[in-house]
């Protein structure tokens, strides 16, 4: 090597990359502070661009910022003012008659409609199914019963026990001729679209799609970590389910994560709210097919079907409304009407959720409440499945207590329910948990119900989990190790992330 090399190597290299990682640092600094997002959020990655350097880079590119292929946002605006608005058919069932001008009714549904575009329907018949097993034996049912269609969505479908059995009661209803199609998201259930049930259950004629694609050639023109996470069923255009159980029987499920079962719920849903759901299914089917399905007419189900249904109390006659979120939708859609909703509370605010990681506006909220007199609950399982979620969320405990919020550990395994329960007057259900992924970076839905009689259905079923929970004890929280609390506040530092 002669010297001129030599000093290229030992001088003018070191050089130029300091300069290359100084203009990238500047440069990805300057994106970020323009991108205008939360406070936290930016910190968030002006951090680790600042004290990672080009680890810092690639991780901002990978998910820094909420990228979809120009394809599916051209499709999404496309099939938004096809599905995302009520069609002529649901105009007669929009509720306007609030009981007397209901304040807490009113807000919320103003709110919802002007966000996410969809009123509220009257008239709807509701079920809650609070154990795995009901769940199963009633959808099961639906699915051996259905003429038409099926149509299912979910975030992960797990093999095992009765997740095997709807696979099998969908490939008999392709068989006789129903309309079988089920949408999943690549990540979440990548395990089981690449398994011999799904092949079976092609061959069979069931239309099976993958939701979001993610691989290494996709990470050059979307965020991979932006996953659809809804949960739905759609039979027969008369027949729907919502919630949080995902297509696993939990006895099956992440058994050896020494969190115990996983704890769901799901609702049962008839009647004009079907159209709702049956479009948010439609509007996610044309993101990944193009193909469109049209609406289906909303019928009343079949009476003289045998009836094999468990047991369950029936709330009819019930205002619904779906709040469909996600990247590409209304930014703030759902962070919006979480603020309100718990600004609304005048009495009391129950909330379930498996991931708590509240943004500083979620958690101020909940604060301001207990302050002004409302039973604030906030019930979460005392064991997590992910370690980072465990810490941040605890470094929100302290005070929030202090503020009066009750922080409640349930040990009855993993409570994956995502509820919200306000002065027994009105129950929000559905797949959004109180962290930033939630918030900012899934598809979601949520199903805002008014009705008294749901929400004490749902209050006393939060009552259930409480049976079953420690409320956590702020003086012995905080005699906890220094080491504890930095690893939780270097945590909560990242959850803008999370």
Same mark, same amino acid.
């Given at each position: 090597?002669?010297?001129?090399? !030599? ?41 680790? &661009? ?5 680890? =810092? ?21 496309? !099939? ?17 008659? *609030? ?57 992960? *479908? ?14 008999? #209803? ?88 996983? &704890? ?29 399905? /049209? ?17 369950? /109390?029936?709330?009819?006659? #019930? ?6 979120? =996600? ?92 509820? &919200? ?78």
């Amino acid at each position: 090597m002669n010297t001129q090399d !030599s000093f290229f190597l030992a001088t003018l290299l070191p050089s130029l990359i300091l300069l290359a990682d100084l203009c990238i640092r500047i440069g990805l600094s300057l994106r970020v502070v323009m991108q205008k997002r939360s406070y936290s959020t930016t910190m968030a990655w002006l951090l680790i &661009i600042v004290f990672l350097p080009f680890i =810092g880079y690639v991780l901002y590119m990978l998910f820094g910022e909420n990228r979809l292929p120009e394809r599916r946002l051209k499709r999404m605006r496309q !099939s938004r003012d096809l599905y995302l608005r009520t069609p002529d058919k649901l105009l007669p069932f929009v509720e306007e008659d *609030w009981h007397g001008g209901n304040l807490l009714y009113t807000s919320l549904h103003r709110l919802a409609q002007h966000t996410f575009g969809m009123p509220a329907l009257r008239d709807n018949i509701l079920q809650l199914h609070n154990k795995p097993a009901d769940f199963f034996k009633a959808l099961i049912h639906d699915i051996d019963q259905a003429q038409l269609s099926c149509y299912l969505q979910f975030y992960i *479908w797990s093999k095992g026990g009765q997740a095997d059995a709807v696979v099998e009661a969908l490939i008999r #209803a392709a068989q006789r001729g129903v309309d079988c199609r089920v949408l999943l998201d690549d990540i979440g259930s990548r395990p089981f679209l690449r398994s011999r049930a799904v092949r079976i259950m092609r061959r069979a004629g069931v239309r099976v799609e993958k939701s979001l694609p993610g691989s290494l050639i996709w990470v050059l023109f979307t965020r991979l970590d932006i996953r659809n996470h809804r949960k739905l069923v759609l039979i027969d255009d008369s027949i729907a389910y919502s919630g949080s159980q995902n297509m696993a029987d939990p006895a099956y499920f992440k058994t050896d994560a020494g969190v115990g079962e996983w &704890i769901d719920i799901m609702v049962r849903l008839q009647g004009p709210v079907v159209g709702e759901l049956q479009a948010v299914f439609a509007h996610d089917w044309f993101q990944e097919t193009g193909e469109l399905i /049209p609406f289906g007419e909303i019928r009343e189900p079949d009476k003289d079907r045998p009836d094999t249904l468990p047991a369950k /109390p029936m709330v009819k006659q #019930a205002p619904v409304q779906l709040a469909p979120s =996600g990247p590409g939708l209304v930014p703030n859609a759902i962070h919006s009407l979480l603020l309100t909703t718990i600004y609304s509370a005048r009495s009391q605010l129950i909330m379930t959720t498996p991931y708590f990681i509240p943004d500083d506006g979620v958690a101020e909220a909940l604060q301001a409440a207990a302050l002004r007199g409302v039973e604030v609950c906030v019930i979460v399982p005392a064991k997590c499945d992910s370690r980072l979620v465990h810490y941040a969320s605890r470094a929100r405990f302290e005070e929030l207590a202090r503020a009066g919020v009750r922080i409640c550990l349930f040990a009855g395994g993993l409570l994956h329910a995502k509820t &919200i329960c306000v002065d027994q007057q009105v129950a929000l259900i559905g797949s959004v948990n109180l962290d930033m992924r939630s918030f900012w970076l899934n598809f979601e839905a949520t199903l805002i119900i008014y009705s008294a009689d749901f929400a004490r259905l749902l209050a006393d079923e939060q009552q259930r989990y409480l049976e079953h929970a420690s409320e956590l004890d702020q003086e012995a929280f905080r005699q906890r190790s220094w080491w504890q609390r930095f690893k939780e506040n270097l945590c909560l530092l990242v959850s803008p992330l999370l």
